[in-house]
Structures are given as C-alpha cells and as structure tokens.
DNA sequence: ATCCTTATTGCGAACCATGTGCAATAGTTG
DNA sequence: CAACTATTGCACATGGTTCGCAATAAGGAT
C-alpha cells in the first residue's frame, strides 16, 4: 500500500512529517506510542513537531491505513492497519506485542449478527498474559 | 462479595470514599468513567475528593473486585469484575455498553495455549458496532 | 470510651497524552 | 514560476490521572 496513493485519492497533500510517521509506522513491527514515533521522527528530522505526528496518525486512521489500539499504560498504541481478525497478545514479561490470526473474531461478529442483532464495525481483542518464550524459563 | 470482608482481609481501613465508591459501582449497571463516579459520589458527599476515587478504584482494581476497560473516548470505564467470558459490546449510536456472554474466550484461551504457549491471564474483547436497537429503525 | 498508631484522606499542584488557534510555510495544480 | 490553500510549527489549552504532604480518622489496645 502506497501512502502517495491514497493521500492522492482523498486529495491530501503528501508532506514530510506524514511520510516520515508513515515510514516508521511501516518499518517497525512493534506497536509504537505516538510519543515513540514522534522520538524515531526527530532522529531524522528534529524540526517536526509532535502535533504533526498526532495530526498524522489520526488522519491515517481515518483514511483506514493506520490502526490504534490501547493496551499498556502510556496512550494508545499505533501500527499499520490489518484485519480485526488479527488479534493482540500481549507478554507481560517481555512486553512484546504479537498478532495471532484466527477465525475466532469473524465467527463471534456472526454469531453476534445473526442470534443477538448486534452490527459489529469493529472488534478488538487484547489477550495479556506470558508468551511461550517467558513462559520457557 | 461484601467490600468490608475483602479489605479486612488484606488488613485495609474501610473508609466512607470507598465504601460510596464501591456502592455506586454496585448498583449502577453501566461502565461508567471515574468522573462519572465522583460525580454520584459527591451527591452523597461533596467533601469527597476525586483522588480519593482514583485511588479507590485503582485498589479495587488490585484487589481483584473491580475491573478497568478502555473504550469510548473520555478515560477509562469501571465496573465491578466479572469473568473474561463477559465481553463488551458497545454501541456506537446509543453509547450503550452491553454484556454478552459465551464460550469464545475460553475457546480461545485454551487454543493459544495448547497451540501457541501463549498463558493468558486476561482476556479483554470490545466490539464496536450498532446495537439491535438502533439498527431497528 | 479514650488514646495511639498509622493508613487514608483532601488539597493543590504536577503530569502526561492529546488537541487547538493562528500566522507562517510548503504542496500541488495550472 | 505563481497562486491558492492545505498543512505545519509553535505555544498554549485541556482533560484525565497521579503525587507530596500535612491533617484526619479507622481500628486495635488500654
């Protein structure tokens, strides 16, 4: 996906701060703060202000590119955008943040549509606990 | 569960802001923010401070009595605890949040154990959509 | 019932994440 | 390149939540 494409359609201007947030939030694999990718933005242009990275990262999740989830005590975290379908793990030990994939969420969205009439839009699901590497040792 | 039996336990004071506190999270069915709490705890008492409900709802929250979940915008919403299996199905039109109860987060539990080595000690699934009623009209 | 000890409070200020108004800047289109 | 205006940087506002500390009150002992 190609954040110049989409910016072009929604005729919204590609700028630096929105392609460096962009970059960061791609490259990395973790769930980063908005404080995180604000750090990794001044790493490579020091003269970006922190409101830009807000302004970005909420307008990417308008645009359906960029996901926000709140787990863990600092603020909401932010990623690339992927399928609800994907769901969280999160390590208390190590703190890592995986995804794991699974059918569990679109059979609860149906189950939930057909027998109770709830219309999900949208589904979150957090699991804490060890991950099998902590859980190891 | 009476709040008195599990603060003498833990050989903590029973105080007027926690008892108001743990009545209003009792009684209310709703989720409601910590604000929301102050707010009925200062109809009972007005000389109560909202720091001291911070602090109450955070020591219930350890104590294993009150549960802390993250949706909606305006901070966090309060509840007493229930089991994971409940999950919260909130409603986007109504801003109403429901209970639903079943067997998907055991199911998952146990697959990412058994599958993943994935030990979960907390489960948290909120669906966001429109609610039988709203979608009704 | 009263005294003592110390957990808990109320207060105010601090804090942190996030949003905002506005003048200056920089994409984009012609 | 020029012009139009979306977007930025700045500095400040905001809203939820925490903290330090002196004053208060819970609960056990006398």
């Known amino acids: 996906m190609h954040l110049e494409e989409v910016l072009a359609e929604n005729e919204l201007r ?10 960061i939030l ?10 995180a990718i604000a750090d990794a933005v001044h790493t490579q ?5 922190v409101s830009s990275v807000y302004r970005a990262l909420t307008l990417f999740s308008e645009l359906g590119i960029a996901r926000e989830s709140k787990f863990g005590e600092d603020g909401s975290r932010w990623e690339p955008a992927h ?14 943040v995986d995804h794991h994939g699974g059918q569990v ?10 027998d109770h ?13 060890t991950c099998s590497n902590c859980s190891a040792q």
Chains 1, 2 share one sequence.
């Open 105 to 114: 969420v679109t059979r609860l969205r149906d189950h939930l549509a057909s």
């Open 83 to 96: 399928s609800d379908e994907m769901i969280h793990l999160v390590c208390e030990k190590c703190g890592t």
């Open 26 to 35: 791609r490259s990395s694999n973790d769930h980063l703060t908005a404080q």
């Open 14 to 23: 590609v700028t630096r701060p929105r392609r460096l947030v962009w970059d």
């Open 45 to 49: 242009d020091a003269s970006i202000n």
């Open 117 to 129: 009439g709830f219309v999900s839009s949208n589904v979150n699901v957090v699991v804490n606990g």
